[in-house]
């Protein structure tokens, strides 16, 4: 895995190319489950009172999450947390999941029970993406979530060069 994100990751000449990489590592490491990547798609300078459009520009399962698709948020606990606090959000089992996502029935649907959302920060600490992580497991172990941040770490230049950040 060393080898693939240290030799290869950083040959690759696109984003796509970046985060096929970074998820097979991914696969490798933790196992079955879906990643997406989303960019903030806000207008500038949001207010509180503001939504959060998000756009997938990413995604490891084309047919049940395709790229382009987008979400408006409402300022939740979960939207204050990572998109305006730039903090990572852990949601483990179902009930989380149905507490924090509109789509809760179709993450089930895949067979998915706990999420990892790791804010990608551009260069004054704003969540300016979402690297975001669903497994089959229930629960996550701290090992598993350190994978995921440093996974997301290594997918931020090409996320946010992608976006022109």
Request: proline share 6%; glycine share 8%; with cysteine.
């Amino acid at each position: 895995m060393c080898h693939v994100l240290t030799q290869t990751l950083p040959r690759s000449r696109t984003m796509d190319a970046a985060l096929h990489c970074i998820d097979g590592v991914r696969r490798r490491m933790l196992g079955d489950g879906l990643l997406t990547v989303n960019v903030d798609a806000s207008p500038p300078a949001p207010t509180e009172g503001d939504i959060v459009d998000l756009q997938r520009v990413w995604t490891s399962d084309v047919a049940a999450y395709p790229v382009g698709g987008r979400k408006r948020k409402t300022l939740t606990p979960w939207t204050r947390q990572l998109l305006r606090g730039a903090q990572m959000f852990v949601g483990e089992g179902d009930a989380a999941l149905r507490e924090v996502f509109d789509d809760h029935e179709r993450i089930a649907s895949l067979g998915l029970h706990a999420v990892v959302n790791v804010p990608l920060l551009d260069a004054s600490g704003r969540c300016a993406a979402t690297f975001n992580l669903l497994g089959v497991r229930p629960t996550w172990q701290p090992q598993e979530l350190a994978l995921v941040q440093l996974l997301a770490l290594l997918a931020t230049p090409w996320v946010l060069a992608d976006r022109g950040a």
